[in-house]
C-alpha cells in the first residue's frame, strides 16, 4: 500500500493530499528512509511523522484499503 494512502486510510493524517505534502516535504520516513508518496508500506515497518518541533512513531500491524473509522486505530501501534 502506498504511504499517503495508508497514512490517510489509518486516520494518521486526514487528507490524502496532506499526506503527499509532506512526503514531498521530506517529512515522513519509514524505517530511517525518507520517503516519497507512492513508495510501499508494509506489516511490521517503523513510520516516523516530523511535525513542526516534535514527530510520531507508528509501526504497521494491519493494512486495510478500506478502513471504517472504528477500525482505523487497529493499523497502527504508537511508539
Known sequence: M??????????IIKR???GKEACDGGRISINGKVVKAGDKVSLGDIITIRYGDGEQ???VLEL???????????????I
Open 64 to 78: 486495510l484499503e478500506h478502513a471504517p473509522k472504528d477500525r482505523a486505530t487497529d493499523m497502527y501501534r504508537e
Open 57 to 59: 512513531k507508528v509501526e
Open 16 to 18: 490524502r493530499t496532506v
Open 2 to 11: 502506498r504511504i499517503d494512502k495508508f497514512l490517510k486510510n489509518a486516520r
